[in-house]
Structure formats: structure tokens, C-alpha cells
């Protein structure tokens, strides 16, 4: 899933300053998960902002909705209504969410809410990791389903370095399992080792975002 975080409610206020009639828009996709823009958060922020805004002497109209999700155009269609008088949106889906929302209302000022940090799942209640670069080519089969672009600090597609120990990454102050040590036993216990030997010239990174902006098409879908 998409994995994001809320933004300082500082930083929200001051890029709506200069507005009195705002929607916040939610979305009851990955960001519901991760607890950061599903109906308690839009609801949560909604307050936040009015708060702020009457204790600073400049009261906020904020209305409140929570999109079924915001990366598809036919969800953001019962925004209609509510943005007719506003003057601003504040998105707290991913970064897709408010970039849909704007090419929908291209006359209103739109912002982002919340930081979109990555693509992962959760590995402990309330907590988040990253799992996936969103690289294109997926080569996880080779190397027993574990990821070494995403789950590498170096991203090597050839083994481990010399800076791990004990199975610990030498990046991140010993909080990072090496992921080439659970290639390493995950291959073992799958009885793959020797494919461990097999050198992978290269990836191919045509499909990463260093391709460009990129564009899935399926055309039995397409009406």
C-alpha cells in the first residue's frame, strides 16, 4: 500500500492563510490504512483547523469529505457540490490525490495534507515499512521473493557488501536487517543456494521512474 504521514498543522495553516472557505478531502484508500486521511482524519484536521483559525482571530468555514478514493476521476465527482463556493482543497490522500483533484477544478488552489513516504505494509501495529520502489521490472522471483532495490541501502543486485554484520546493515544505526542475509536463508532453506552463484548482469531500469514518466494500458479495459 501507499504509505504516507500527516503534515505539521503549522504548515497546513499557513499555506490556507489567506483563505476563509475550505474542503478537506479524504480518501478511504491506503491512507485510511496507515491512519493519516480516512473520516477520522479529515474529521480530526477539520476541528484542528477551525481551532486554530477562531483562536487566531480568523475564523475557517471547513467542510468535510472522504472520497472512496481519490486516484480514480468518477470518486472525486461528489466533491462538485462542495467545492462550488470554496476556495481552496486540502488533499490528505497520497500526492495523486491532490494532482486529481486539481486537474478536476483547475480554478481552485489544491494542497497536499499529508508526505507520501513509500510503498510497504505494516510490520507491527502502527507501524509502517518500505518494501517496494515501484522499480517496473520486478526481479523478486530471483531472489527468493525479498527485494534487494527497496530493502538494500545500495540497492546491489549481486550479493552483500562488506558492511553488514551479524546480519545487520551498517546503515541505520543497527535498526536495518541486511536483506542479502535473508536472501541468503531464505535461498538456503528453499535449497536455491546455488543460484546465489549466478551473476545478474543487469536490470532492466527502463521501467523505473528514470524512464520517464510511465503509463500502465490495458486494452480490454479501455471503453
Known amino acids: 500500500m501507499v504509505i504516507g504521514e500527516s503534515k505539521p498543522l503549522a504548515e497546513i495553516l499557513d499555506m490556507i492563510k489567506d483563505f476563509k472557505k475550505i474542503v478537506v478531502a479524504g480518501c478511504k484508500g491506503c491512507v485510511t ?4 486521511g480516512g473520516e477520522k482524519e479529515v474529521a ?7 481551532i486554530a483559525r477562531k483562536a487566531a482571530g480568523n475564523n475557517l468555514d471547513v467542510k468535510e469529505y472522504t472520497c472512496e478514493r481519490q486516484c480514480d476521476p468518477e470518486y472525486i465527482e461528489p466533491l462538485d457540490d462542495l467545492v462550488a463556493d470554496a476556495d481552496a482543497v ?3 490522500a497520497c500526492s495523486v490525490g491532490p494532482q486529481y483533484v486539481t486537474a478536476r477544478y483547475p480554478y481552485l ?11 510497504g505494509g505494516a510490520v507491527e501495529h502502527g507501524v509502517w515499512k518500505e518494501f517496494c520502489q515501484a522499480c517496473g521490472s520486478c526481479v523478486i522471483g530471483e531472489y527468493g521473493g525479498l527485494c534487494p532495490i527497496a530493502r538494500c541501502a545500495k540497492q546491489l543486485l549481486n550479493g552483500p557488501c562488506g558492511g553488514s554484520s551479524g546480519g545487520i546493515c551498517e546503515v541505520g544505526k543497527g535498526s536495518i536487517p541486511c536483506i542479502w ?7 538456503k532453506n528453499l535449497g ?7 551473476v545478474k548482469l543487469y536490470k532492466n531500469w527502463s521501467t523505473s521512474r528514470d524512464g520517464g514518466l510511465r503509463t500502465s494500458i490495458r486494452e480490454e479495459l479501455k471503453q
Open 33 to 36: 490504512v496507515c491512519n493519516v
Open 109 to 119: 488552489h489544491v494542497f497536499p495534507g499529508i508526505n507520501t513516504t513509500s510503498i
Open 192 to 198: 536455491q543456494l546455488h543460484k546465489m552463484t549466478e
Open 90 to 92: 486540502v488533499s490528505i
Open 44 to 50: 480530526i484536521l477539520a476541528s484542528e483547523l477551525r
Open 181 to 187: 542475509h535473508l536472501i541468503y536463508d531464505r535461498m
